[in-house]
């Protein structure tokens, strides 16, 4: 046992250890690219509809402008660090080099929460989809949830090169969807009776027959309230970092991929919400809608076509679904490896090289919590479920962004000499945007009182994760190339530097 800095003790491995513990490179930019998007694209067909109950229309498309920014400023961050940094540990890489190795397993416990809650979020959204394919009882849903995850473990057996060519062949497939939807919704559009159909009344929305409502009719306060639901339109992208060790060239593809992500997931996040709300039957029935594209599908084509383009549809879903559960499987493998989480959690297939402990792990969890949420609540009200779901994934979403932004300054102070090989355009600029713009989100999530609970559910999830930590796996690291970059000074980026 060694013991560093930060009140943390390294245990020693033999070379087996991370013999046992290997990935594969074999992806480029076109796919790191869709891996970006498909980790998102989820969030264009569920979840994000919730916001225009909160803020209407213009509150709802504030916030997604408002958060677009924000996540442009983070992927720009994200970009410079995961360049310079270029390992699988992702956000907890970045800041265990920055903050110590309290500050690495508290993003990376941050990110553990939002990676295994957001595929399974997608995977609730998707079960609502396919039953109403199927026609199956809103009770049979957890079926669905298992049968899932039982298809994405039995794919990930394959090998993960295999899996991400799988997401990245649904992934253009759920985008050529959402552009098709856009385009036949083109002349269905009245926007001002359809979109501006939610007025304010005493207990919530209310629906506008004729329309030509207000655009903030929950004034300042809507838009601050939909800002979750904005993220959700973006939500994951931060998670290509993950990929490092599996990507050909990650110093200069992880930057692009960032980039073309966002700008590709803001094109479709505007699109989406223009042409769903301003078709019949309008922003407030979208606003509680459990399967948003579906029933636009259903406004233009009718019930028959719907269910079959809405099997299609299905696709975003599934993508997302995937490409979220192998990212949570990866954040849990870096955590596993250095041992923030139990070693054997890190070891991967010998013919494959895929964390199937890690991905069975985050399985587990994600059903665990999907079935906690569906019994508290959730089997009687599915919109509830869906927001709850997607506030938990928020609140740890802005608690990673802000310490990803809190290392990104810190690198840039503590490392000045390290290797760039991408320089963010935004600088200290973007991350301290960021940082306000997630404060703000944090804050407003506790103003909603349907959805506070979920806030502190992440919470208390978190508080527990960090109690693991202090009071016993601090004492079993071990030096992964993330803590041997971090104990080396950088790679003599910071000589002086240690812990």
Not at 44 to 64: D, K, R, T, V
Not at 94 to 122: C, D, H, K, Q, Y
Not at 215 to 240: C, I, K, N, S
């Amino acid at each position: 046992m060694d013991r560093g800095t930060g009140g943390v003790t390294y245990q020693t491995v033999d070379k087996q250890y991370f013999e046992q513990r290997q990935l594969q490179r074999h992806a480029g930019l076109f796919s790191l690219w869709m891996m970006g998007v498909g980790a998102v694209v989820a969030g264009e067909y569920s979840g994000w509809n919730i916001g225009l109950a909160q803020g209407g229309f213009g509150g709802m498309l504030l916030a997604a402008l408002i958060i677009g920014f924000m996540y442009i400023c983070l992927c720009c961050s994200i970009g410079e660090m995961s360049a310079a940094l270029p390992h699988t540990g992702g956000a907890y890489s970045f800041s265990r080099t920055a903050l110590g190795p309290w500050g690495g397993f508290t993003t990376g416990l941050a990110e553990n929460i939002e990676f295994v809650l957001a595929p399974a979020a997608n995977m609730f959204f998707m079960s609502s989809y396919l039953a109403a394919i199927f026609g199956t009882p809103q009770s049979a849903l957890p079926l669905w949830w298992v049968a899932g995850y039982v298809v994405m473990l039995g794919l990930s057996l394959r090998g993960l090169e295999l899996s991400m060519k799988v997401v990245i062949y649904i992934t253009v497939a759920a985008i050529a969807v959402l552009l098709f939807f856009f385009v036949v919704a083109i002349p269905h559009v009245d926007f001002f009776r359809y979109a501006l159909n939610i007025g304010a009344a005493a207990d919530g929305p209310a629906a506008l027959a004729d329309g030509n409502g207000p655009w903030l009719p929950f004034g300042f306060t809507g838009v601050m309230l939909a800002l979750p639901f904005g993220v959700y339109m973006f939500l994951a992208v931060e998670q290509l970092p993950l990929t490092a060790e599996e990507a050909k060239n990650p110093t200069r593809d992880m930057p692009r991929a960032l980039i073309l992500s966002i700008v590709t997931l803001i094109a479709l996040a505007l699109g989406v919400l223009f042409f769903s709300a301003s078709i019949p039957h309008g922003a407030h029935a979208m606003g509680s809608s459990g399967e948003p594209l579906l029933d636009g599908f259903r406004t233009i084509f009718g019930d028959g076509w719907a269910k079959l383009l809405a099997s299609v549809a299905v696709l975003g879903l599934a993508a997302s679904f995937f490409a979220g559960s192998f990212a949570s499987g990866r954040n849990i493998y870096s955590l596993s490896r250095a041992g923030y989480l139990p070693t054997s959690l890190s070891v991967t297939g010998a013919r494959t090289k895929t964390p199937n402990r890690a991905l069975a792990t985050g399985s587990a969890m994600a059903l665990s919590m999907l079935l906690v949420v569906w019994y508290l609540g959730g089997e009687n009200n599915v919109a509830f479920m869906g927001g709850f779901l997607v506030s938990m994934i928020v609140f740890a979403g802005m608690v990673s962004y802000i310490l990803q932004s809190i290392a990104y300054l810190r690198l840039r102070t503590l490392y000045a000499s390290i290797a760039r090989p991408f320089v963010s355009p935004l600088g200290r600029f973007g991350a301290y945007a960021t940082i306000l713009i997630c404060i703000v989100t944090l804050a407003y999530q506790f103003f909603d009182p349907l959805y506070r609970w979920a806030a502190i559910a992440a919470a208390v999830w978190y508080a527990i994760g960090l109690a693991y930590f202090g009071f016993y796996r601090r004492h079993r690291l071990v030096l992964s190339p993330e803590e041997e970059f971090a104990v080396s000074g950088g790679a003599l980026g910071h000589p002086e530097r240690r812990g």
